[in-house]
């Protein structure tokens, strides 16, 4: 097996453990779908498994993890928008 073969399986299996612990975080209670680190995990988690799936050709479910990060990327713009109003309202 080549190192590259290798670093692509090591992305994919890295990527699957980040939406895996999210997934356990916010279904233990630890962490809500809408903290930072939840949407965090989900966008560089679906980014590591893209890389993977882009190397092996599984165009199909690059998909899928594309409109995944995409959401996750939406989450945080939400995230952020909230901060910000909240850290405005405080001051004033």
């Known amino acids: 097996m080549s190192h590259a073969t290798l670093a692509f399986n090591a992305l994919g299996i890295a990527g699957s453990i980040l939406l895996l612990f999210g997934f356990y975080r916010v279904n233990s209670g630890r962490w809500t779908n809408k903290t930072l680190w939840y949407e965090f995990d ?51």
């Open 42 to 92: 989900n966008v560089i988690g679906a980014a590591l498994i893209i890389l993977y799936q882009i190397h092996y050709h599984a165009y199909v479910s690059v998909v899928v993890n594309t409109v995944w990060a995409g959401v996750a990327v939406l989450g945080l713009s939400v995230f952020f928008k909230r901060l910000h109003h909240h850290r405005r309202r405080r001051r004033a």
